[in-house]
């Protein structure tokens, strides 16, 4: 479960505002690559999600150490519900394309494996191969 933070009650200064517009940077970066999923981008999401949850994390352990306090906060807390917008817009985009990819992949799986006796379609199984050469 998420940690919540009460930003009328904490002081912020311009370097924890930074930080979540970096996030929030680092999270439309990964929606643009969900526009047009392949596996190869999907798996270039994770670290760039990395790089968003490292910044917020950096945000939490230092207790958003503003000292100038109630003049950022409205700032603060209007960088935080964009930031939870963008969230809650790549979280969709994500699902999107789990599903689209789950539903290839079973697909795949019934044209190689066919059905089971209860009419589901078995798991795909991708068999590892190592090369070498040289």
């Given at each position: 479960?998420?940690?919540?933070i ?7 200064d ?13 999270l ?23 790089e ?19 003049l ?17 817009v ?13 539903g ?31």
């Amino acid at each position: 479960m998420g940690t919540a933070i009460n930003i009328r009650c904490v002081p912020a200064d311009d370097e924890d505002i930074e930080r979540v517009r970096g996030a929030r940077r680092k999270l439309r970066r990964v929606r643009q690559i969900l526009m047009t999923p392949s596996p190869e981008q999907l798996g270039e999401c994770g670290p760039v999600l990395e790089e968003a949850a490292d910044l917020l994390g950096s945000l939490l352990e230092g207790g958003m150490s503003g000292t100038r306090g109630s003049l950022l906060v409205p700032q603060l807390r209007e960088e935080l519900q964009v930031l939870r917008r963008e969230l809650t817009v790549v979280t969709a985009l994500m699902q999107q394309a789990a599903g689209y990819y789950l539903g290839w992949a079973q697909m795949l799986g019934a044209a190689i494996g066919g059905y089971t006796n209860h009419g589901d379609v078995p798991p795909l199984v991708v068999e590892s191969r190592l090369s070498v050469e040289g």
